[in-house]
């Protein structure tokens, strides 16, 4: 099996997984591509990354210097697998510095992997167990933290714009089939 159809998977079960939830709880809403660029929604990629990566945020916030969310879970391509891992990253705004020290510490687990990022592993390769695992525990804290911190820039993500990029997804996942 290729690393682009192992990748593809992955995109298709946490889509279908976090779909699954939704049923249950409808306010659970999630980041997904957003642009075609490079043709990867065309080719099945729903969320942001790349042959060896896919990130997915219950934010809406972006470290523009990373280009990556400013609190996200990770699937990466790794010598042992496919891991998981939850990063946090404010290289952008070096001010968030301190919340997102005192937020790690919250959480637990996180360890600097350069200065304003930080990196939370799970040693359990199964990503799904461990994306229900940052939802059931970790994204709860989160969320009371940035209600605590109004002025961190994340927010939750708008229901509206929510819907607009399911369903453009839904166009995509529909030429495919």
């Known amino acids: ?7 593809l998977g992955i995109h298709e079960n946490i889509l279908s997984y976090l779909l699954e939830r939704r049923k ?3 306010s659970q809403l999630f980041t997904m591509r957003k642009t075609n660029r ?23 916030g972006t470290d523009a210097f990373h280009k990556i969310s400013r609190i996200g879970f990770f ?8 891991v998981s891992n939850v ?13 997102f020290t005192a937020l790690s510490a919250e959480l637990g687990g996180f360890m600097p992997r350069s200065q304003h990022l930080w990196r ?23 969320d009371r933290f940035l209600l605590r911190n109004p002025d ?15 369903n453009r997804l839904y166009e995509y996942m529909n030429k495919l089939n």
């Open 24 to 26: 249950e709880d409808p």
């Open 87 to 99: 990063y946090i990253s404010c290289k952008d705004e070096p001010d968030l510095d301190a919340p």
């Open 152 to 166: 961190i820039p994340m927010k939750k993500i708008e229901q509206h714009k929510f819907s607009e990029n399911l």
């Open 38 to 60: 490079n043709n990867r929604l065309e080719e099945g990629y729903w969320f942001i990354g790349n042959d060896t990566y896919l990130q997915v945020s219950f934010w809406d």
């Open 120 to 142: 939370k592993h799970f040693s359990n390769l199964n990503y799904l167990e461990n994306l229900e695992r940052f939802i059931n525990d970790d994204k709860k804290i989160i």
């Open 1 to 7: 099996m290729s690393e682009n159809s192992v990748i």
């Open 75 to 82: 699937v990466e391509k790794r010598k042992q697998g496919w």
